[in-house]
């Protein structure tokens, strides 16, 4: 039972352009989410979280929005580069302590 | 900065063997996790551990058992390694309400 999914496996997009991961998940409980992106051979990098009491988070390029209604979240990646080509996933806490990850997304920006 | 350290990198294991997979925090923080990361299923959780000697079990525990003797330190044991437990294996380390930090990751091979 998939809690939290990426239906996407890949997404390619120009360098300069905008990228948009999606994320879905089905448990109300979560109240904590956050994006994590993943090189080959190295463990995941914390990007961004937001709360479940919010509905947008903004950190320079990356910004996350939150659809409680819809139990959707969404990274958009403004203009993206080409370092930003990896592995994207979306993760979701339940109280505080348990920590649910999606299956990824992987991003290639072409230039 | 916050350091996540798996006692290994790459592993190379026989079917039936018992394997231990080490992880060490220096950030004293509460939550501790393992997650085995597969293509194309993104991050399962194996165990995570909110304290010191407590354990839950997550979404696929079968053929696993931890340890968490210590806070600064999570153990991740295959009883009887089997060739379906082949994946790369990821510690976290995290507080409430904030982002969980990832150690290196351990590729384990069982042959």
């Known amino acids: 039972d998939q809690q939290v999914k990426q239906n996407s496996p890949s997404l390619s997009v120009q360098e300069g352009r905008i990228s948009i991961l999606n994320c879905d998940y089905t448990n109300s409980m979560f109240d904590y989410f956050l994006w994590y992106k993943k090189y080959p051979a190295e463990g995941p990098t914390f990007l961004i979280s937001i709360s479940s009491i919010k509905d947008k988070n903004e950190d320079g390029r990356f910004t996350v929005f939150l659809n409680k209604s819809a139990k959707h979240l969404s990274l958009h990646i403004v203009p993206s580069q080409p370092g930003d080509s990896a592995v994207y996933f979306c993760?979701?806490?339940?109280?505080?302590?348990?920590?649910?990850f999606g299956q990824g997304t992987r991003l290639t920006i072409n230039p | 900065d916050v350091k996540v350290t798996q006692s290994s990198r790459y592993l190379v294991k026989r079917t039936g063997e018992k394997v231990f997979l080490e992880c060490v925090q220096d950030m004293d923080h509460e939550n501790m996790f393992w997650y085995r990361q597969d293509p194309g299923l993104g991050l399962r959780l194996i165990y995570f551990s909110y304290d010191v000697k407590m354990k839950e079990k997550g979404d696929i525990p079968e053929g696993y058992s931890v340890s968490r003797e210590k806070k600064e330190r999570f153990s991740l044991i295959l009883e009887s390694a089997s060739t379906n437990q082949t994946s790369m294996y990821l510690c976290a380390t995290k507080r409430r309400y904030t982002e969980a930090f990832f150690g290196q990751g351990t590729r384990l091979t069982v042959v």
């Open positions: 993760a979701a806490a339940q109280g505080a302590q348990k920590l649910v």
